[in-house]
């Protein structure tokens, strides 16, 4: 049974720190591509970053990961767990916060692309 589960979401103030995790069970996970992506009310699910083995691509490409971003994508593969973490947090990333797997290629920026998919994890970036 394939099970993807977000945790480490929760209130935060303008400016604080977070880091999502997500345990991936059921799937090879390794050779997967990964990816993030956020949903705000009324809005569209958009990717924020998805990773290769150890190759990251973030939306707002390299200007997505520090210094210039606030944005990191990582994976430790003998936990199965991705995670994501957001430095920085601004109102604008409140959101429905999902990880996802697409089992075979690259990575892309489309949700229609990735097959499975967690339930979510909550942000909310209060000023």
């Known amino acids: 049974q394939v099970q993807l589960v977000e945790s480490g979401g929760g209130t935060v103030q303008a400016g604080g720190s977070l880091r999502l995790s997500c345990i991936i069970s059921?799937?090879?996970?390794?050779?997967?591509?990964m990816g993030w992506f956020r949903q705000a009310p009324g809005q569209a699910r958009e990717e924020v970053a998805c990773?290769?083995?150890?190759?990251?691509?973030?939306?707002?490409?390299v200007r997505g990961r520090p210094p210039q971003g606030r944005f990191v994508i990582s994976r430790d593969d003998a936990k199965n767990t991705l995670y994501l973490e957001i430095n920085n947090l601004k109102a604008e990333d409140t959101a429905i916060y999902y990880c996802?797997?697409?089992?075979?290629?690259?990575?892309?920026?489309?949700?229609?692309?990735?097959?499975?998919w967690g339930q979510g994890t909550q942000v909310t970036v209060s000023s």
């Open positions: 059921g799937l090879g996970f390794v050779n997967d591509a």
């Open positions: 996802a797997s697409k089992p075979h290629g690259a990575c892309s920026y489309s949700p229609n692309d990735f097959g499975y």
């Open positions: 990773i290769k083995w150890n190759t990251e691509y973030y939306k707002w490409g």
